[in-house]
């Protein structure tokens, strides 16, 4: 089974197009991931109203007791303010997994379908959720990007910590997610914040087809996009660990067949 993600309240902000006379207004997206027994809520942060986010949740059939895990992605207090409203949650963000007055660090493997990796830039405590759904790897990355299309570049962010460092992590989550939940704004295709940004003459578009090539996290190895599993994508099919009655990815009958050849 993959996990599933559903935008609980969708995140606004103003700062692109704010006028001197105009107060900035923002509210950060905030993301329900379930997978498995985890039941995540990501940057529970400002908002009118609490209720909101309550309402929500019922529109899922859950409570705030429900929720077993609560993410933050970085630490701008307009994405973790609500964070006290899950009395049985424990907190995932920068420095650890935080269980009332313990701390521990987390594993990059977080469960079977959530990869967290750090990705400084806008903040350092910068971290992406790469969440393995029936629809493509997707990418809860809070600020990294604000919304489709802004900022445009990384240093357009004038909240940005580092320029060179949100280079690199919004490269990386574009090679690496078929989506991206942003930080305030709507979910969108990565190939849709590719196709604005040739657009716009930021980057030029490609003369031929170019492949991306990542390693699987367990044999080094490089891999490119049809190499990966597709229930846990940061390994090859050689490194797949599923059972031969996974209907999803096929991994281990690829390697049966490759035995018998």
Not at 22 to 29: D, I, L, S
Not at 57 to 84: F, M, P, W
Not at 97 to 113: I, L, R
């Amino acid at each position: 089974m993959v996990a599933t993600i559903k935008i609980l309240v969708e995140g606004l902000t103003n700062a692109d197009s704010l006028a001197e006379t105009e107060q900035e207004k923002t509210r950060p997206t905030i993301t329900l991931v379930r997978d498995g027994d985890v039941v995540m809520v990501a940057d529970p942060g400002i908002l009118d109203s609490q209720k909101t986010l309550v309402e929500a949740l019922a529109k899922e059939n859950l409570t705030v007791n429900d929720v077993n895990v609560v993410c933050i992605t970085h630490s701008h207090i307009d994405h973790y303010r609500n964070i006290g409203m899950f009395p049985n949650a424990k907190t995932l963000e920068y420095y650890g997994v935080w269980d009332k007055e313990s701390v521990e660090n987390w594993q990059e493997q977080f469960s079977a379908n959530i990869q967290v990796i750090r990705t400084p830039g806008h903040d350092y405590t910068g971290i992406t959720l790469f969440v393995t759904t029936e629809n493509g790897m997707v990418a809860v990355c809070g600020d990294i990007f604000w919304k489709l299309d802004y900022p445009k570049t990384a240093k357009d962010d004038d909240y940005a910590l580092n320029v060179e460092e949100l280079e690199h992590s919004r490269e990386m989550i574009l090679k690496l997610a078929d989506w991206i939940v942003p930080g305030h704004g709507k979910i969108f295709k990565v190939n849709r914040v590719q196709m604005l940004a040739e657009e716009d003459g930021l980057i030029a578009p490609p003369q031929k087809e170019t492949k991306v090539v990542l390693l699987c996290k367990k044999c080094h190895k490089q891999m490119e996009r049809h190499d990966r599993c597709l229930c846990r994508p940061w390994l090859c099919h050689n490194c797949c660990q599923c059972g031969l009655d996974c209907d999803l990815c096929g991994c281990s009958h690829k390697r049966e067949v490759k035995k018998n050849i």
